[in-house]
């Protein structure tokens, strides 16, 4: 059996790290990270609003590339082929893309097949309105024109190495994992699942795990806001019978 992933995301505006609930930054609590081996991953976002400090974002790939000994995922505004070869060469292991899969599938079908489909990860944002689920990129502003099924059939059919699910409404509220929908997601998934937007406490992990199967979970605030440990949520996901790794 595949041990279960917890992975930390990390959001930047302009080269400073920051949080953020309901995908609005949050600069209340910012300043600490404590990179640690145990995490199985870390997914750096840029949430800028422009590409004029891009170099910082740079700056940042590179240092966390420098000294960290996980996988390293990038997202935010990335665009070209040049870019996506940028990000490699400064030591990404896989990017994260969003919005391009709904502007330029076509585009997409390309990287996968220069990068490699583990190289990809999809974005998937949702927000529920009246009872329905419905899905977003631009950062939760803008709607993609389609029902969650259909999206989720259009993105599984790329072939990506992964998809990260998104719930916009729990980002940052500390309420747990959306754990009724991401059942049905990972039903209709062939790559794993990864999911983030609600973690509070450790025991969210282990229903994510448990109830949702979800293959891996990726929080940002409750390590940052609550000065808890990967350790202690590992230890904890242990007890409860979940196979993670603990070795560094």
């Known amino acids: 059996m595949l041990a279960k992933r917890i992975i930390a995301v990390l959001t930047f505006d302009n080269g400073e790290l920051t949080r953020t609930k309901n995908f609005i930054a949050d600069y209340k609590y910012t300043n600490k990270f404590i990179n640690n081996s145990l995490f199985d991953g870390i997914v750096l976002i840029d949430i800028s609003k422009s590409h004029k400090k891009r170099h ?11 000294n960290c000994f996980v996988p ?22 896989k990017i994260l893309i969003n919005s391009l899969v709904v502007k330029d599938k076509q585009f997409v079908k390309k990287l996968i097949k220069i990068f490699g489909n583990q190289f990809i990860v999809i974005g998937l944002d949702l927000k529920l309105k ?36 998104q719930s916009i409404d729990r980002d940052g509220t500390f309420k747990g994992f959306d754990l009724k929908i991401l059942s049905k997601i990972k039903k209709k998934l062939s ?6 937007g609600g973690a509070g406490k450790w025991q969210d992990f282990v229903d994510a795990f448990n109830k949702s199967k979800v293959d891996a979970v990726c929080t940002n605030n ?24 603990l070795e560094n």
């Open 191 to 196: 790559c794993p699942l990864i999911v983030c």
């Open 130 to 165: 009246k009872n329905i689920y419905k899905c977003y990129f631009n950062r939760g502003k803008s709607l993609i024109n389609q029902t969650l099924d259909n999206y989720l059939k259009e993105i599984n059919n790329l072939s990506p190495g992964e998809i990260l699910v």
């Open 222 to 245: 409750i390590f940052h806001l609550t000065y808890q440990s990967i350790l202690n949520a590992k230890e904890y996901c242990k007890n409860k019978s979940i196979e993670v790794r």
């Open 72 to 93: 390293i995922c990038i997202g935010g505004k990335i665009k070209t082929i040049n870019e996506v070869r940028k990000f490699q060469e400064l030591g990404a292991d």
């Open 56 to 66: 910082l974002f740079y700056k940042v790939v590179e240092n966390f590339a420098k």
